[in-house]
Nanobody
Framework: QVQLVESGGGSVQAGGSLRLSCTASERTFSTYAVGWFRQAPGKEREFVGTISRSGTKIYYADSVKGRFTISRDSAKNMVYLQMNSLKPEDTTVYSC??????????????????WGQGTQVTVSS
């Protein structure tokens, strides 16, 4: 079972930045498509963005486009979510997810096989 681990969450004022990291126990994580999602209590999981296996295809939700950037460093077995110009409405738990599938609708949570526990991001006004 592949274990994904997020780090980098915390508290920041509106307009600030945070960088979340996602890694896995398996070296093969560097070959996974990885998605970032967020979920507030009582709400459905929301797509944030996804990066392809090669890192050449990256897609973002409209709500974060232009503010968030996903990247990966395969040598370090890491995927990052750089969050700039944070807003109070970005406050929630962020999770990374991975899949070894070559194709799929990576905007949808069911397309992913492995999930991290999540990390809390709090943006104060």
């Amino acid at each position: 079972q592949v274990q994904l681990v997020e780090s980098g969450g915390g508290s920041v004022q509106a307009g600030g930045s945070l960088r979340l990291s996602c890694t896995a126990s398996e070296r093969t994580f560097s070959t996974y498509a990885v998605g970032w999602f967020r979920q507030a209590p009582g709400k459905e999981r929301e797509f944030v963005g996804t990066i392809s296996r090669s890192g050449t295809k990256i897609y973002y939700a409209d709500s974060v486009k232009g503010r968030f950037t996903i990247s990966r460093d395969s040598a370090k077995n890491m995927v990052y979510l750089q969050m700039n110009s944070l807003k109070p409405e970005d406050t929630t738990v962020y999770s990374c997810a991975g899949t070894s599938a070559y194709s799929g609708n990576f905007v949808r949570p069911p397309s992913y096989d492995y999930w991290g526990q999540g990390t809390q991001v709090t943006v104060s006004s």
